[in-house]
């Protein structure tokens, strides 16, 4: 039992290291201040319906974030249905500048009454990064602050990989 016990723990750490080896899903950023953002990349248009929702603030880390990625600028429309936590949201640049912030948008446990689920203002941007309202590090990001692109893959690359992924 014991040895088994251990092969799945050891298949599991395994499966999670390739999980955060794939470039395009998990990525760095680095604040200004040098500060590391765990961040997932949610660039398919099922991974962006799903975003946070459903995700329990203990599975989701002051450090860790959601990275809408988009090849284009366009008006972006969020809201936050299904959400545990609530969210600050910053909108950036293709040089992953923050152009604009929306501060504790609200959370909304469910989809029952659609009405009622907490909307952002529409702004034009090409990606969208969402972090824990709660975020020590949210909280010291402001417009005009620049991410720098921390993967295997630089930005430019990855964003052709998913071009390519995305026409498949």
């Known amino acids: 039992m014991r040895k088994l016990l251990t092969l799945l723990l050891l298949l599991s750490i395994g499966a999670c290291q390739a999980e955060s080896e794939n470039p395009l899903k998990m990525i760095t950023l680095l604040t200004p201040k040098g500060e590391t953002i765990k961040t997932t990349l949610a660039y398919t248009e099922k991974d962006s319906m799903q975003g946070l929702s459903g995700v329990k603030p203990e599975n989701f880390a002051h450090d860790q974030a959601m990275l809408f990625f988009y090849l284009s600028d366009e008006e972006r429309h ?73 993967s295997s893959l630089d930005l430019k690359t990855t964003e052709e990989k998913i071009k390519k992924e995305l026409v498949k």
């Open 78 to 150: 969020f809201w936050m249905p299904d959400t545990y936590f609530d969210l600050d949201l910053f909108y950036l640049d293709k040089d992953l500048k923050i152009i604009d912030v929306i501060r504790k948008l609200p959370h909304y446990i469910g989809r029952a009454n659609p009405s009622l689920i907490p909307k952002a203002r529409s702004v034009w941007c090409r990606h969208v990064l969402e972090m824990k309202s709660t975020s020590p590090i949210a909280e010291k990001l402001n417009i005009g602050d620049q991410f720098k692109w921390k």
